[in-house]
Structures are given as C-alpha cells and as structure tokens.
C-alpha cells in the first residue's frame, strides 16, 4: 500500500499532519472518485489548504460526496492494472495487464498492452495479487485492480474498479477473449471454461481514446457537428463508437467519440499499426486527440517504453503537434513540386487516336 490513510479528511490542520507524516508530494482523492476527477498533487504545505478545498468541491460537484483521503504521491509513477474475472464458484483468474500511464488531467488516454516494462515474474506478482484482492471480497465477475509502479518496478495497491472499464479491448486482443461474453457467462452462473495456466500473451495492442478535445488548446472539450467522419478500416483495426457522420457532440456529455484500438505481433508493429489507423481516421466539426495519439506513438519516450504518468506534463506541448502538422504539410508540398517538374520534363505527344489529336491540327 502507498503510505497514507484509511479515513475521509476533510479538516486543513489534520490533513498538514498527515502530510507532514508521510511526506511531501502528497496525493489528495476522492474517496468516491473516477476518471482523475477530485485529485490534486500537493508538493509542499503552502498548496495545501488551496488544493484541498479544489479536490473537495471537484468531489462533491461530481460525486455528491467530498470525502477524500490523503496519500504519498508516488513520483515517475507508471499506471499499470491487472484484468481480473471472477466466477461464482470460487475461480479467479488474471488476464495480464493493461500500461495506462499516459494520461491528462489524470485520464488516460493511451493504454496497451501488455506493458513495456514487467517482467515475467512481475507481472505474475501482480496478477496474483489482483486475483488475493478479488478473492478477499468473493468478487464476481469482470474487474480491474490498479495499481502504481514506481522506477523500480516496486508496485502499490491504487484501487479497484469492480466494471469493465474503457480499455478492455486491448486485453481482449492479446488474449482472444471476449470479455463482455464472459460476464454475461459468468452472471448465468457458468464456471470459467478457462484456468490460469490457459491464458497466454499474444502480440502487442494498443488504444487510443478519441475524445472531442483539442489538444492544441489545453484539452479542451471540442462541440459541434460532425460534418465528416469516416473510420479507419483495415486487418487487426477495431473502432468501438457510438456515433454518424451528422450528429451534433454536445458539451453535455463525456467527451469521448470512440475507441480506436489496434494489434500486431510486436509492440513495434502494433505501434506502426496504430499510426497507419490515426492517418486513415477522418473527423471534422470538432477537434480530436488523433494528433496527440500520432505525436505520442512518434514520441522517443513511447517507443522506447521509458515512460511515466508524467509523459504529458515532461514531454507534450501543442507546439509539438503544430511542428509535426508542418513537416507533413511540407513533405506533400515537396512531393508535389517533384511530380510537377517531373511531367514537365517529359516529353508530351498526343495520341493519334485521341480527341485532342483532332483539335490541334
């Protein structure tokens, strides 16, 4: 467990002991919180106060409850989850993990897997922990157990998420299961047709959230009408969606539009891959995160894997984009130019046959 404690703070004066206790940076969360809403990092005692009065009206805004707790705040943190599935008859399993460490506002927005980084035993650490943790509540079903990775590959208990959550596609993809099929299996109360030593990785998979928000301005939430929208197709491409070309994004809503997914048999393919599906999406009316997706999966920090949830705040900025978006612009315009000289320098002669033939002479 990430040092901290087991109770709501709601009063200044305690939550500067604790802090004093556990040390600085302290992370302060919503108890009853999700999607990064009601989490502020607080890196000395003059924040303190300020943040926390922001974290518990952000919680009680979004939740209708501002209790929240305080903990270490883990630097380099990665955010690695272990998939977990649960029967009714005492069998859990673990289907491996899910790297989701690049994230704004503590979202995510990039997830794969499986990670970079884990080791074998590792990653077996991690997933029969998950499995102790699901067993230790006779949990049902499918869920995902979070946790925290420091440099060291040392891993901390984060939380538990008891749904299916965003990112399940990219499990399903490197382990052949259909995970909305086996909740439905499991509700009826079928045993898993599966054991722990069934499952194998298969391949790399990566997914980008397409959410109507402009990355050139601070993600911003983006509204309007789809004027054009046209999804990317092609072998080991998915596209979960929900919407048409013509529909209105309101403001309304969570501002995600889709779920664009992809698989290869490494993780420089399926890195490849997802770069060939960003090229291929066409969405105007609003502003995406496609072009955070191209600059992340470009990024030396991503490819290498020497990455954290601080991948935005250390390497991202809207000048980034703007520079890749100039370099592709010129390339075309070089290409261009070069097809242009090209036909110049050949020699044209009319085909004899030909309607234009006629009109010259």
Not at 209 to 226: I, M, Q, T, W, Y
Not at 248 to 272: C, F, H, N, Q, S
Not at 318 to 333: L, R, S
């Amino acid at each position: 467990m990430v040092p901290g404690v087991d109770h709501s703070v709601s009063d200044v004066e305690e939550a500067k002991i604790i802090a004093q206790t556990v040390g600085y940076p302290i992370l302060i969360k919503a108890s009853a919180g999700g999607g990064g809403k009601g989490m502020r990092v607080v890196e000395n005692e003059a924040e303190l106060a300020e943040q926390m009065a922001r974290a518990i009206s952000e919680a009680t805004s979004a939740f209708g409850d501002g209790s929240v707790f305080i903990e270490k705040y883990v630097t380099e943190p990665r955010h690695i989850e272990i998939q977990v599935l649960a029967d009714a008859h005492g069998n859990v399993v673990y289907l491996f993990e899910r790297e989701c460490s690049i994230q704004r506002r503590h979202q995510k927005v990039v997830e794969e897997a499986p990670s970079a980084v884990l080791t074998p035993e590792i990653r077996k650490a991690m997933g029969e922990a998950a499995v102790n943790v699901a067993r230790s509540c006779q949990y049902l079903g499918a869920g995902t157990v979070e946790f925290l990775v420091d440099a060291g590959l040392n891993f901390y208990f984060l939380e538990m998420n008891t749904r299916l959550q965003v990112e399940h596609p990219v499990t399903e993809l490197i382990t052949g299961l259909d995970l909305v099929e086996q909740q439905i299996r499991v509700a009826r109360g079928e045993v898993l047709s599966f054991t722990q030593e069934d499952l194998r990785i298969h391949g790399h998979a990566i997914e980008l959230r397409v959410c109507a928000e402009d990355p050139l301005n601070n993600f911003l939430p983006s509204v309007g009408k789809l004027q054009r929208y046209r999804r990317p197709e092609g072998e080991y491409i998915r596209v979960d969606d929900g919407i048409e070309e013509g529909m209105e994004v309101p403001i309304y809503y969570d501002p995600m539009l889709a779920k664009l997914a992809v698989w290869g048999v490494t993780r420089e393919a399926a890195i490849k891959r997802m770069l060939e599906a960003i090229s291929m999406y066409q969405i105007e009316g609003v502003a995406t995160t496609l072009p955070f997706g191209r600059f992340v999966c470009q990024h030396d920090a991503f490819i290498s894997g020497k990455f954290d949830t601080g991948f935005v705040k250390n390497y991202y900025s809207p000048e980034g984009i703007q520079a890749q978006q100039h370099a592709e612009i010129e390339v075309a315009a070089r290409l261009a130019l070069e097809v242009l000289y090209h036909h110049k320098r050949q020699l044209m002669v009319p085909d004899p046959g030909g309607v234009e033939w006629y009109t010259q002479r």
